[in-house]
């Protein structure tokens, strides 16, 4: 039993000694309790996984958009950079908030042509004249976190967006995806 013991309080006095040596902060900086301290030069190399563009490919850069925030200092990423500005002059990006059954089960991408249609009333019926439409292209499509719904946000010309608007607003609409083919 004395040796259990012994053995236990051993395990217990190793254990606390490796924990004390495994301080995130370094030496200097202990009073402050920083865990990470400013680089005092680059980081010699980059995580592989991570794309990035060199310095040395500013050409490509110039003439782009960017696409996300960038920090100053900041990693530039291809993600990062776009050709264009979305939405162009003359265009409108509308959001709808779509639940299932709403718009096709395979997942929409972006760039594909969709069209957003109008969808009974509310005595579910199908009148004899064509339902109204409007054709769209997809910028983004998300879940909200609830899973419930998805946030689908569409491009379309400045004259359509506040009919798509309003008809989304009603949550009268779905979405219908166009060929992929091109």
């Known amino acids: 039993m004395k040796l259990a013991n012994r053995a236990v ?3 217990i006095a190793a254990f606390l000694a490796l924990a004390c040596t495994n301080d995130p902060y370094p030496a200097g900086d202990v009073a402050m309790k920083v865990l990470y301290r400013p680089f005092v030069e680059a980081p010699k190399t980059l995580d592989p996984a991570v794309a990035s563009i060199p310095a040395s490919d500013v050409s ?6 960017a696409a996300l925030d960038i920090s ?3 990693l530039l990423t291809p993600d990062a950079i776009a050709p264009e500005t979305v939405p162009a002059k003359g265009e409108t990006v509308v959001g709808l908030s779509l639940v299932d059954g709403m718009l096709p089960a395979i997942p ?3 760039g594909d042509d969709v069209r957003v249609v109008q969808t009974p009333g509310a005595q579910g019926q199908v009148g004899d004249v064509s339902p109204v439409t409007i054709a769209a292209k997809v ?3 998300t879940r909200s976190q609830d899973g419930q ?3 689908v946000d569409l491009l379309v010309s400045a004259d359509a967006a506040p009919d798509l ?3 989304a607003a009603t ?4 979405v219908v995806l166009d060929s992929r083919e091109r």
């Open 108 to 110: 929409l991408k972006t």
């Open 139 to 141: 910028v983004a499509v």
């Open 60 to 65: 490509m850069v110039v003439g782009q958009r």
């Open 9 to 11: 309080r051993g395990s």
């Open 171 to 174: 949550g009268k609409v779905a």
């Open 72 to 74: 100053a200092g900041g």
């Open 149 to 151: 719904f998805a946030l």
């Open 165 to 167: 608007a309003a008809r």
